[in-house]
């Protein structure tokens, strides 16, 4: 990364400084962690509810008797 | 090809053959559709952890070329490094999608206990796969890791057998030992996917059993095939 890339992005998100970290109880994580299981939570829930293209024509055109 | 005592094959190679052929047909082994079911995006991430895969492999193999330090002074090398890095994420990422979704469709019916047991075992693998890659990095992240890695495995016994703070040790399990236990047990998986077919939906799987039924309610989705 060039030296002015890495100030101006340095500029928007300050990354000098420790990890930022929730805690409760005994369970310990840091907010970088809990972003990426928050990401993996939602992809999950948007593949099982998102429409696959193209598979309802396939279902139908298989309940009509067609080879594809 | 026959079962016959007689014409059974006389070699070795014969029989694994036969027994290879027997148990994976090649139509089984490179079909030329997937069920109807298939096309759904929660079936992708299998495919997907897949093709982080082979990103990763790609990469490693390139750093590993050029050595353990080539990132640290070329912008080709940093780049590589971080497809490898990137690559390593998007791969738990997805792998534990997929993991998901199996555990929640209950991968495991239909004779597919060890498709099932593979795939779990890979992501155990995977992981200190993983580790000793991060403190393969050569920098003070590395170093962070292993020092903070190394009372883990003191705890549990193992610190002596498996060093963190070893290089050449971690090097080595990080670029042969480890990558080969993952890709022999991913292409066990793969191939028992074959064998068994991908596991249907929990609704379909009832639709069947109520064709077969007293009173043979059927339903076109429990009859689909290879689309």
Same mark, same amino acid.
């Given at each position: 990364?060039?030296?002015?890339?890495?100030?101006?992005?340095?500029?928007?998100?300050?990354?000098?400084?420790?990890?930022?970290?929730?805690?409760?109880?005994?369970?310990?994580?840091?907010?970088?962690?809990?972003?990426?299981?928050?990401?993996?939570?939602?992809?999950?829930?948007?593949?099982?509810?998102?429409?696959?293209?193209?598979?309802?024509?396939?279902?139908?055109?298989?309940?009509?008797?067609?080879?594809? | 090809?026959?079962?016959?005592?007689?014409?059974?094959?006389?070699?070795?190679?014969?029989?694994?053959?036969?027994?290879?052929?027997?148990?994976?047909?090649?139509?089984?082994?490179?079909?030329?559709?997937?069920?109807?079911?298939?096309?759904?995006?929660?079936?992708?991430?299998?495919?997907?952890?897949?093709?982080?895969?082979?990103?990763?492999?790609?990469?490693?193999?390139?750093?590993?070329?050029?050595?353990?330090?080539?990132?640290?002074?070329?912008?080709?090398?940093?780049?590589?490094?971080?497809?490898?890095?990137?690559? =390593?994420? +998007?791969?738990?990422?997805?792998? !534990? $999608?997929?993991?998901?979704?199996?555990?929640?469709?209950? @991968?495991?019916?239909? /004779?597919?206990?060890?498709?099932?047991?593979?795939?779990?075992?890979?992501?155990?693998?995977?992981?200190?796969?993983?580790?000793?890659?991060?403190?393969?990095?050569?920098?003070?992240?590395?170093?962070?890791?292993?020092?903070?890695?190394?009372?883990?495995?003191?705890?549990?016994?193992?610190?002596?057998?498996?060093?963190?703070?070893?290089?050449?040790?971690?090097?080595?399990?990080?670029?042969?030992?480890?990558?080969?236990?993952?890709?022999?047990?991913?292409?066990?998986? =793969?191939? +028992?996917?074959?064998?068994?077919? !991908? $596991?249907?939906?929990?609704?379909?799987?009832?639709?069947? @059993?109520?064709?077969? /039924?007293?009173?043979?309610?059927?339903?076109?989705?429990?009859?689909?095939?290879?689309?």
């Amino acid at each position: 990364m060039s030296p002015i890339a890495a100030s101006v992005l340095g500029a928007l998100i300050n990354l000098d400084h420790p990890a930022h970290v929730v805690k409760w109880h005994f369970i310990q994580l840091s907010v970088s962690n809990i972003v990426v299981l928050g990401l993996m939570l939602a992809v999950f829930a948007l593949a099982l509810v998102l429409p696959f293209p193209g598979a309802r024509a396939r279902a139908q055109s298989r309940r009509e008797g067609g080879s594809r | 090809m026959s079962s016959t005592p007689a014409s059974r094959p006389s070699s070795w190679t014969g029989r694994v053959r036969e027994a290879a052929v027997e148990r994976l047909p090649p139509e089984k082994l490179l079909p030329e559709g997937q069920p109807t079911y298939v096309a759904s995006w929660i079936y992708i991430f299998g495919v997907a952890s897949l093709a982080s895969l082979i990103v990763i492999v790609g990469s490693g193999t390139i750093l590993s070329l050029k050595g353990p330090a080539w990132w640290h002074y070329t912008g080709v090398g940093h780049f590589f490094n971080s497809v490898h890095m990137w690559s =390593v994420e +998007l791969f738990f990422f997805v792998m !534990v $999608v997929h993991l998901w979704g199996k555990y929640w469709m209950a @991968a495991w019916r239909g /004779g597919r206990a060890h498709v099932w047991i593979t795939g779990a075992v890979t992501f155990l693998v995977a992981v200190p796969c993983a580790l000793t890659g991060y403190v393969s990095q050569q920098n003070f992240d590395a170093q962070w890791i292993s020092t903070q890695a190394k009372d883990a495995m003191n705890s549990i016994g193992i610190g002596a057998f498996f060093n963190l703070t070893n290089f050449g040790q971690m090097y080595s399990y990080h670029v042969l030992l480890l990558p080969v236990v993952v890709i022999g047990l991913v292409a066990a998986h =793969v191939l +028992l996917v074959r064998r068994h077919g !991908v $596991v249907p939906p929990l609704e379909i799987e009832r639709l069947r @059993a109520g064709a077969q /039924g007293p009173h043979g309610g059927e339903h076109p989705a429990a009859h689909e095939g290879a689309s």
